[in-house]
């Protein structure tokens, strides 16, 4: 079961790290929870995801790309899934921090080589790469990238 806190925690420790950061793109961001948590707490967030239904919060239906005009201080996942990489990249390009909580591999790797690829992948696109523990059960580990 999934810990119920796990977005409030991942949206302090976003704005703790980030403190200068207003405007967030939330990829594949599902629901929009992250979005409402990061609002509570003063953000302009966009979540971008293809669901259907989610909360009445500023959500863009669609798949977020490396196209994507950069309109934001960051970009963030909780559990992005197959927008994991995409979100470090799109880091790298457009010059602005990012945080995921990596889950699944966008390749079959497994959970822990996934995570050395992605802060890798970080560094080699020039970004300073970090890796903090939430206080959660499940998938805590967070990469955290600065340009």
């Known amino acids: 079961m999934a810990d119920k806190r796990r977005f409030d925690l991942f949206a302090e420790l976003i704005r703790s790290r980030f403190p200068d950061a207003k405007r967030i793109f939330d990829v594949a961001g599902g629901q929009g929870k992250l979005n409402d948590a990061l ?38 996942g909780m559990h992005p899934d197959g927008a994991t990489r995409v979100i470090v990249e799109y880091a790298a390009r457009h010059k602005v921090p990012f945080a995921i909580v990596p889950c699944c591999s966008d390749n079959s790797m497994p959970y822990k080589p996934w995570m050395r690829h992605l802060s890798e992948l970080g560094r080699t696109l020039g970004l300073t790469v970090e890796e903090v523990e939430l206080p959660m059960d499940g998938r805590a580990r967070v990469i955290l990238g600065r340009p």
Request: with cysteine; aromatic share 8%.
């Open 39 to 76: 609002l509570r707490r003063g953000c302009e967030v966009t979540t971008f995801d293809r669901r259907h239904k989610h909360l009445p919060v500023k959500f863009a239906e669609r798949e977020f790309t490396l196209d994507e005009p950069c309109e934001c201080d960051a970009v963030v």
